[in-house]
């Protein structure tokens, strides 16, 4: 899966500024994440649509980019998320960042970008683990 | 006090002929020891015997810091190496350090001229004298040193860094002396404040040099340590500090005159200026050995006045300085020029990403931040690779300028773009 990463300065008004790019190219966003360090921020988005919602933001001189991320369907039950973490620990793979993906399903859903992101798909669908690809979120 | 007498204090006339000799002796040594130097003169059509005198010195065609990069590392040395007893080096405009060489008899002199220096500073025997310039290729910290041990000083060789135990050294040895730059002893004078320290203390006077400052600095300085504050200048390429040093009149900086002769250009046209004009000055070197330098621009613009000073010294007197006909910064005394900055980004990402410095001054220390534009090919979206990318550029402008730097990135097209030549340097630091 595709992920839109945007670089924010760590200055009023940036976030709003790009969520407010996205709106007017009428994209939607399905799940976010915020990384802050105390100079500048990571904004990562799952979009319905990530070539527009690039393209729009690298016009407004936005510097933005597309990940390949992985996103697991976890079932709503005890220590799922926990399984899919001890599948790639045992493999060795690192995970750099996670946060939770919404779905219209009634299955919970994490996007992870793993250190290695082919083992981490094998060491995972070993573990019985599926994936939602762009098509099952909107 | 006058440290020699019969050369600071000689008639203009004496001096004009001992220059003239010098002069002679000095262009006839160059032309037959330093083959980039014959070619120079043989360019402009010029021969040893042309140079009779001082008055001849106009026909000697100029020396640049390029020359000295062209020439990298000894080309310009008109001694044999055995001949050569210390090399120093400092930045040029682009990767390559300027090295400068002495003789034996060279880092006398230059004692001579430091110890000049730290006399009108009211310096001499009997003195402790802590030196906080820093020690190594840098001239400041062992150019100071010779200096105030030739006096006949006692030197305390602080170097820089550690401001806790310079100042309990300060006190425990009953330092009178010190020697750093004017922005380090103000934060020494804030620390002092800060612990209640001053009444502890006996330093009397300061020889502050290395970079650019203010009279209102001076006077501060002064005020708040209740020493007497003096400005020495000098550049490694003509010897180090004690070119230049001003006395207790601080009507301008005496030259020693009889080593090293000032003109006063037009940065534009080159053409020689008169006395009280403001222009670039330029020096030639009348008695170096190891390292000779015919009309050097030091892009250091500032005047020169021959009248006489009230403290019986007769040498020429530079004003402050009033900038650089360059963009050379000076930032915590080092020389720092953009295209330095420019050639390290370069080196690491090979083509040059949009940059901006920004050089500040924080409880009287400077600071230099270095603003990078996040471009297509630096982004990630891991904290952890942009935190490297931040880490590798500061470590590669720190190994090519020598200085701590603090890496920012920016988002791009946010630093401001010029039109033609672009700016890269904000300056906050108020100087002039």
Known sequence: ?138 | MIWNESKECMSRDELMNLQSKRLVKTVDRVYHNVEYYRKKMQNVGIEPGDIRGIEDIHKLPYTTKDDLRDTYPFGLFATPMSEIVRVHASSGTTGKATVVGYTRRDIDIWAECVARAMTMAGVGRGDVVQVAYGYGLFTGGLGAHYGAEHLGATVVPQSTGNTKKLITMMIDFGVTAIACTPSYLLHIAETLENENLLGQIKLKSAVCGAEPWTEAMRLQIEDRLKIKAHDIYGLSEIMGPGVACDCEFHQGLHIAEDHFYPEIIDPETLEPLDAHQPGELVFTTLTKEGLPLLRYRTKDLTSISYDKCECGRTSARISRFKGRSDDMLIIRGVNVFPSQIEAALLEMSGTTPHYMMIVDRVNNLDTLEVQVEVEERFFSDEIRELENLTKQIARTIQMAIGLAVKVKLVEPKTLERFEGKSKHVIDNRKFL
Request: hydrophobic letters at 45%; glycine letters at 6%.
């Open chain 1, 1 to 138: 899966m595709k992920q839109l990463s945007v670089f924010l300065e760590n200055r009023e008004g940036r976030l709003e500024e790009a969520l407010r790019i996205l709106k007017e190219k009428n994209i939607n966003i399905i799940s976010m994440s915020v990384a802050d360090t105390a100079e500048y921020g990571m904004l990562r988005l799952i979009v319905n649509d990530v070539e527009a919602g690039r393209e729009a933001l690298l016009n407004d001189g936005f510097s933005a980019h597309l990940s390949d991320v992985i996103a697991v369907r976890l079932p709503h039950v005890v220590g799922s998320l926990h399984d899919a973490l001890s599948a790639l620990s045992r493999a060795g793979i690192n995970v750099e960042y996670l946060y939770a993906l919404c779905t219209k399903t009634d299955e919970a859903a994490i996007v992870i970008k793993p250190s290695d992101r082919e083992g981490a798909a094998k060491a995972l669908t070993e573990a019985g683990f599926k994936f939602f690809t762009d098509g099952d979120l909107f």
